[in-house]
Each structure stands twice: as structure tokens, then as C-alpha cells.
């Protein structure tokens, strides 16, 4: 009897190990930390990470060689002041922007065809060529840009920047242009380097860690 009872609780063993492994083992974030509650246009939304263990990278970011022109590899450091930031640091921004801290603001600065398949829950997107005068953005749109949205304040045709938010930018990836174009431009303006972040890694790494996506506009 004992060794029926013996066989019975292996064989119930078997079958627990054999569900777990089904189901994969848990994907969290960071040690201890499995999900983010975080705003996304003033509702609720949730960041963690793909649970399935067999799970691939998203196809639209699974290309290797984009052309270089202009799809080229950004540097790690994109201008002297500018902290160059990953994804743990991005979540922190975000979850203390959704708790309330209106000195910070996470942007998109891709177009807004790309924002549409997918974004960083919390970022508000600000297209790269509203801040670039090359592509027909004048002066004072982009004042009233840093003014209604960024907290700088003007008097008499001066800047002030004290007030100024922490921007945390990115867009596509390590080989898209469009956040370092809004951050370079930003800079000629007058913006205070240490007031702005850079996720290098942008989208690309983000779908590759199969972190949370949301829709841009919902």
C-alpha cells in the first residue's frame, strides 16, 4: 500500500512539473518586481512583460539592416549633459510621472503612423519634425510647444527654464534619428541638457523585452 501511495504522489509530481513547465516560468521585470500600474491618458494601464517563454520579437522590429544612410547607429552619448538611459530607468520615470510628478514628461517622438501600432504606456507623442525647422516648424510654434507642454516660460523674448520639465525621449530604436533630432533641437533653444534623457534603445528594445505596449491616441 505504502508503495502505491509512493508511486501515486510521483506520478501527481510528474504531472505539476509537466504544467508548470507548460506554462513557463514567470517573466518579471526586475528581481522582485513583476508589474508597474502606470497612466496612459488619464487611465489605468499595467507594464510587464511577455509571459510566454517561447514568445519572438515583434516583426516590425525584427529587421537587422535598415540603410545606413539615414537608419544609422546612434552613439551611446548623445550630447554632453544628456543622460543616456534603459528601460528600468524609463519605468521609474513613468510610474512617478503617473503618481503625480507633473515635472516629468515621457515623449514619443516618432510619426504618428508608428505611435499608432504601438507605444510606451504614459508617453504623450511629439512628432520630430514639430521641433525641427528643417522639416517647416517655425519659431514660434516651437516656443508655444515648450511653453504649453514643457513648462518653459518667456519674458520679453528671454527664456527662462527653471521651471522646465525633465523630457525622457525616444523613438524606433539605437538606429532611429527622431528623438535625437527633438533632443538636438531642443539643446539649440536653449534647453538644459541635464533636463533631458535619452532611451537609446527606444521601441526596438523595448518589443524585444516584450514589455507592455499600448496604442497611440487610446
Not at 526586475?30 to 491618458?41: D, I, L, Q, T, Y
Request: hydrophobic fraction near 40%; include cysteine; charge should be positive.
Amino acid at each position: 500500500m505504502k508503495s502505491k501511495l509512493i508511486v501515486a504522489a510521483f506520478a501527481a509530481s510528474l504531472v505539476f512539473s509537466a504544467n508548470v513547465n507548460a506554462a513557463g516560468k514567470p517573466v518579471g521585470i526586475s528581481k522582485g518586481v513583476m508589474e508597474v500600474a502606470v497612466k496612459h491618458n488619464g487611465k489605468d494601464a499595467t507594464i510587464s512583460r511577455n509571459q510566454d517563454n517561447k514568445n519572438t520579437v515583434n516583426p516590425a522590429f525584427a529587421k537587422t539592416s535598415r540603410p545606413c544612410p539615414p537608419f544609422c547607429i546612434q552613439p551611446a552619448v548623445l550630447a554632453p549633459g544628456v543622460e543616456t538611459i534603459a528601460e528600468v530607468e524609463m519605468i521609474d520615470y513613468i510610474a512617478k510621472m503617473s503618481g503625480g510628478d507633473d515635472t516629468i514628461l515621457v515623449v514619443d517622438s516618432r510619426t504618428p503612423d508608428w505611435v499608432k501600432k504601438g507605444t510606451i504606456p504614459g508617453a504623450v507623442n511629439l512628432p520630430w519634425t514639430k521641433l525641427n525647422p528643417a522639416k517647416g516648424a517655425d519659431p514660434i510654434s516651437i516656443l508655444e510647444i515648450m511653453e504649453e507642454s514643457f513648462g518653459v516660460t518667456e519674458n520679453e523674448g528671454l527664456l527662462n527654464f527653471s521651471k522646465a520639465k525633465t523630457l525622457v525621449m525616444f523613438c524606433n530604436g539605437m538606429w532611429c534619428g527622431q528623438s535625437p533630432n527633438n533632443i538636438k533641437n531642443l539643446l539649440k533653444f536653449g534647453y538644459p541638457a541635464h533636463k533631458i534623457k535619452w532611451y537609446r534603445g527606444g521601441m526596438q528594445d523595448w518589443e524585444i523585452l516584450g514589455l507592455t505596449t499600448v496604442p497611440g491616441g487610446e
